[in-house]
């Protein structure tokens, strides 16, 4: 039960800190500044930016700022600096000195972009020692509350510690609310299973719960660009019923699940009718944005289809096309959907994940 009540005072502060993929700072700051015009650039690193606003947000302000190329995004409250951890470690409580706390989040910034050097987001052991710490030092938390993975539940006030280095933390809050803002930094703790067929999987697995498309048992999705497979593995794990659509060869492991059929080719090649069940629409086509929309709209928008959501990877071969994606967004509308998400997932690398749902 989150002691976050009508009447609590909400923590505000003048500065907010967030974190994003290595390399993607400058798309985050640009996007922020372009939408919030109260809000001024103060300070980056790799994989973090810090903004001060010209008068004080609060955390329900915070929980309303959308971007997508920001991972965690919280008040911050200050930074801690030193050689010994158990002086940052009070330090740190001294921050959230009469914030009514529900639980403590301990993370880290990116070191790589993900999928290089072997690098994927995730908590370190220096995380969940200083989480285990942070939490005996000083104060009770419910039962449950203390386990370092767990995502928080909605109304939740987080105390957030971002590790940057060893030596230098900084000390943030947020209300959880959203899928990703009740994740540890915004970070979800997804393992690759022995016999995931690509890395795709960790993407999709990742999108699929950010969306929250529901996927049901006996569901109808298609998966264009499927091949080797892992997208599909995620929602044929799930129960769904898939048809994935690829001139590359598909696993042996996809292709001997009963639930998958294999349309070897491009979507174009595919007779409507045997698409007709279709419902929804994941896609990972490892081509330019305006080649992936007018393949998914030249399914969408055939009568022969009736197209529920959409989770489909919008690769942004240059970094320049970013700024095309209110354009993309437009017209995925136009397709007649209600509700359009975009973000950058935390296994994405140089492309971004797009979710629309009718
Ligand atoms: C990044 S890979 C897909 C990974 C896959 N989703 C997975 O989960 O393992 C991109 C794929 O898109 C396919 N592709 C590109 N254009 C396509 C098209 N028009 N129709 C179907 N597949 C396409 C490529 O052949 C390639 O296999």
Redesign the pocket.
């Known amino acids: 039960m989150s002691k976050i009540s009508s009447n609590t005072q909400l923590p505000q502060s003048s500065f907010l800190m967030m974190t994003c993929q290595c390399g993607t700072e400058r798309f985050l700051k640009q996007e922020v500044l372009e939408r919030y015009h109260d809000l001024r650039f103060s300070y980056s690193r790799l994989g973090f930016v810090t903004f001060k606003t010209t008068q004080f947000y609060n955390t329900s302000r915070v929980q309303k700022i959308l971007t997508i190329f920001s991972r965690y995004c919280g008040l911050s409250l200050g930074r801690v600096q030193g050689n010994d951890s158990a002086t940052m470690l009070t330090q740190v409580w001294q921050f959230a000195e009469n914030l009514p706390i529900d639980r403590v989040h301990v993370f880290p910034r990116d070191s790589a972009v993900p999928g290089e050097k072997e690098f994927e987001p995730q908590l370190t052991p220096e995380c969940f020692e200083i989480h285990k710490l942070l939490t005996q030092a000083q104060r009770k938390l419910a039962v449950g509350n203390d386990y370092p993975l767990f995502p928080a539940e909605k109304k939740e006030l987080i105390l957030d510690v971002l590790l940057i280095s060893q030596n230098e933390w900084w000390v943030g809050c947020h209300v959880a609310d959203t899928w990703r803002s009740r994740q540890p930094g915004g970070i979800v703790h997804i393992s690759r299973p022995i016999d995931a067929?690509?890395?795709?999987?960790l993407?999709?697995e990742e999108a699929l719960r950010w969306s929250e498309i529901p996927v049901k048992t006996d569901s109808h999705w298609l998966?264009?660009?499927?091949?080797?497979?892992?997208?599909?593995?995620a929602l044929l794990a799930r129960g769904a019923n898939v048809i994935g659509?690829?001139?590359?060869e598909v696993?042996p492991i996809i292709l001997k699940c009963p639930n998958f059929t294999y349309l070897r080719?491009?979507?174009?090649q595919a007779k409507r009718t045997q698409l007709r069940k279709v419902k929804f629409i994941?896609?990972?086509?490892?081509?330019a944005p305006n080649?992936t929309l007018d393949?998914l709209e030249d399914c969408i928008l055939n009568r022969a289809t009736d197209i529920r959501g959409l989770l489909f990877?919008l690769k942004l071969v240059r970094w320049e096309l970013i700024t095309d994606i209110p354009a993309v967004l437009n017209r995925i509308k136009s397709w007649g959907f209600e509700t359009i998400l975009a973000k950058q997932m935390q296994f994405n690398r140089q492309e971004i994940m797009v979710a629309a749902r009718k």
């Open positions: 067929v690509s890395r795709a999987y993407k999709f998966d264009i660009g499927a091949a080797p497979g892992g997208a599909s593995q659509i690829d001139p590359a696993s080719g491009r979507l174009n994941i896609s990972d086509m490892n081509v080649y393949v990877t």
